[in-house]
């Protein structure tokens, strides 16, 4: 009767592999960069299918995880400056 309820989720003190994101938005922009090429190469057969606006998909997603990668940089600055304040 006196013990403190045990909670049947419990979070683990496991540190982060990937604190600031740029490993993941790393290979993230590699995966649609290549993802774009094949896009392009096989446009003809996309376009005949259907499917042309993979294309424009997959460099929306390489445009993106550029700009996620800039973030993630200005990130990983701001914490080795020490000025992190857990955004």
Excluded: K
């Excluded at 045990?6 to 590699?30: C, E, K, R, S, Y």
């Excluded at 190469?41 to 445009?63: D, H, K, M, R, T």
Aim: glycine letters at 12%.
């Amino acid at each position: 009767m006196g013990e403190a309820p045990h909670h049947f989720l419990v979070q683990a003190p496991v540190p982060a592999m990937d604190v600031d994101g740029f490993n993941v938005t790393t290979l993230g922009i590699v995966v649609f960069a290549v993802a774009s090429v094949l896009a392009a190469v096989f446009y003809p057969e996309l376009q005949a299918a259907g499917n042309g606006w993979w294309l424009g998909v997959c460099i929306s997603g390489f445009g993106l995880g550029l700009i996620g990668m800039v973030y993630c940089l200005y990130r990983r600055a701001r914490r080795r400056a020490g000025r992190w304040d857990r955004d």
